[in-house]
């Protein structure tokens, strides 16, 4: 590992996460105008740390939706963690159960990506606890400092938090549509047959349940698919 990979490593992981770590205000903010108190709201960004699943579950609680759909629809975006994490352990390589619950708990896209794009084994190490760490840090922090200005809004400043969730998915999602994302055209068809789901329940069922119909459809189109087919 020579020093300038290794400090490359470090700028692009550190840098990233301060990035990502921003939208924790975003997410305080709409904790707050989903009900949630300032304990409830950094207790969530503690433990759950995971950005999409905390703005489904308050995106859901927000718009009146029901604990359980709430839950349900988090869960389900939470999923993928769980693949990235068998992805990772070979990678990783963590010893001993604390190490691997710690690990786990920072298995996220950031740092997933991180780790995968890194040259070798010990960059990977490297960028995984880098990012890792200065996601989490930047994204509580964040997250405070979101309540907590949330909470002295009033008037229309305070409605129009109601934009927030909608907004911060959206900037979150935006690379993956762009040109340059790998399955770019896949990723844009998948991201919109979700939204016309969504959509077209809103009406229909009760707040939440549409989020968890999205997912479901959006990971029904995303299976892998037999080799004969791809062929084709």
Known sequence: MTSGARSATLRDAIGLGLAVGLYG?????????????????????????????????????????????????????GTRNTVYGVRLVPLLQPRGVLRRLGTA????????????????????RLAFLAGGASIFLTWNLMTVVGALGAAALTGPALAAL????PAAFLALLWPRL???????????????????????????????????????AVALAGRPRPREEVAT
């Open 25 to 77: 205000a975003a997410f305080g903010a709409a904790a707050d105008a989903a009900g949630l108190d300032l304990w409830q709201t950094v207790t969530m960004s503690a433990l759950m740390f995971t950005g999409a699943s905390q703005f489904a579950l308050v995106g859901v609680l927000g718009a009146g939706g029901s604990a359980l759909a709430a839950v349900g629809g988090a869960l389900l975006l």
């Open 105 to 124: 708990h920072w298995v996220i896209d950031e740092t997933t990506a991180l780790s995968i794009a890194a040259p070798d084994r010990r960059l990977a």
């Open 162 to 165: 109601d934009a927030v969730v």
């Open 178 to 216: 762009r040109t340059g994302f790998p399955e770019a055209a896949v990723q844009r068809r998948v991201a919109a047959g979700g939204a016309v789901v969504a959509l077209a329940l809103t009406p229909v069922v009760p707040a939440g349940v549409q989020v968890i119909a999205a997912v479901v």
